[in-house]
């Protein structure tokens, strides 16, 4: 462990792995209980300052949250794609299926209001 860590980070990263649930806290990816490395038991996991040490953050718990190691390294590494990043092609889709479901929902709504007016003339045209 380096200098630039508490003598204790060890215990304070598996304190904030069972905080978080042993869960990566940005694609929610569960990993190991008792191991940063990968293991049987899921993925790598990170303990990740929110506020670096370089702008001024601590080594308290409460600085400290879970990511996998995929995720903690696309924070480091601008040029790393996060598990939970979309590619175009698929953010596309998820718009296409969007504006489907509008247009079904859409000629729903028209089919009930046709239905409405029909039945509200025929109530008028035999008055009952």
Do not use: E
Not at 32 to 40: D, E, F, I, K, M
Not at 99 to 128: E, H, R
Request: charged share 20%.
């Amino acid at each position: 462990m380096s200098d630039r860590y508490p003598s204790d980070w060890d215990s304070r990263r598996r304190r904030v792995y069972r905080r978080d649930n042993y869960t990566c806290s940005n694609c929610g990816v569960r990993g190991g209980a008792y191991t940063s490395s990968r293991s049987s038991d899921g993925a790598q996991l990170h303990a990740h300052h929110i506020v670096p040490i370089s702008k001024g953050g601590t080594h308290k718990t409460s600085n400290l949250k879970t990511l996998c190691a995929s995720c903690h390294n696309s924070i480091h590494q601008k040029s790393a794609m996060a598990p939970t990043h979309r590619s175009q092609r698929d953010a596309g889709k998820a718009a296409v299926n969007l504006t489907t479901n509008q247009k079904v929902i859409g000629y729903t709504l028209i089919a009930l209001l046709w239905l409405l007016v029909v039945g509200l003339n025929i109530f008028a045209f035999t008055g009952s």
